[in-house]
């Protein structure tokens, strides 16, 4: 009777499973996201390229109308960095599908790299942070102080 109740249980666990799945992936070998021809998501690159052209605008100081759009592409990134990771930050290990928008300041090139939860990062062509979020590391600052960060 033991036996019988473990084997409707398991059998139970595999229907539900099985139905909560959907597509198994492992029918699919090297399966990973693929963004639709027109990029992924529905969102509108002239909105995502303005978004970006402000954001960097912000960061320089300058007015988002002195910042031109170079190219912008729908990309996956191989995890929640976006392709451009701050030093010593540790992120999901998850490709994230986005937007590498290339903008022109100046004589500087800049990419902000993007989520389609509108997540970014204003990055260097290596793909460096332009704006580190810590600068400096509290070893570097010897002047005695508590080191506080400040905006």
Same mark, same amino acid.
């Given at each position: 009777?033991?036996?019988?109740?473990? =084997?409707? /249980?398991? =059998?139970?666990?595999?229907?539900?499973?099985? #139905?909560? %799945?959907?597509?198994?992936?492992?029918?699919?070998? !090297? +399966?990973?996201?693929?963004?639709?021809?027109?990029?992924?998501?529905?969102? $509108?690159?002239?909105?995502?390229?303005?978004?970006?052209?402000?954001?960097?605008?912000?960061?320089?100081?300058?007015?988002? $109308?002195? =910042?031109?759009? !170079?190219? =912008?592409?729908?990309? $996956?990134?191989?995890?929640?960095?976006? !392709?451009?990771?701050?030093?010593?930050?540790?992120?999901?290990?998850?490709? /994230?599908?986005?937007?590498?928008?290339?903008?022109? +300041? !100046?004589?500087? /090139?800049? @990419?902000?790299?993007?989520?389609?939860?509108?997540?970014?990062?204003?990055? /260097?062509?290596?793909?460096?942070? #332009? @704006?580190?979020?810590?600068?400096?590391?509290? %070893?570097?600052?010897?002047?005695?102080?508590?080191?506080?960060?400040?905006?």
């Amino acid at each position: 009777m033991v036996g019988m109740k473990l =084997i409707s /249980t398991s =059998i139970l666990v595999l229907a539900l499973t099985a #139905a909560c %799945a959907g597509e198994p992936l492992l029918n699919r070998p !090297g +399966a990973v996201a693929v963004p639709s021809p027109t990029g992924p998501g529905t969102a $509108d690159t002239a909105e995502i390229a303005e978004q970006a052209r402000v954001e960097l605008a912000d960061a320089l100081g300058l007015r988002p $109308d002195e =910042i031109e759009v !170079g190219s =912008i592409e729908s990309v $996956d990134w191989p995890d929640a960095g976006l !392709g451009c990771p701050q030093p010593g930050v540790a992120y999901s290990q998850v490709v /994230t599908p986005g937007w590498r928008v290339e903008l022109l +300041a !100046g004589s500087s /090139t800049y @990419f902000v790299h993007t989520d389609l939860k509108h997540q970014s990062v204003i990055c /260097t062509e290596r793909g460096a942070p #332009a @704006f580190p979020l810590l600068p400096v590391t509290p %070893a570097d600052i010897d002047d005695g102080q508590p080191w506080m960060p400040v905006d």
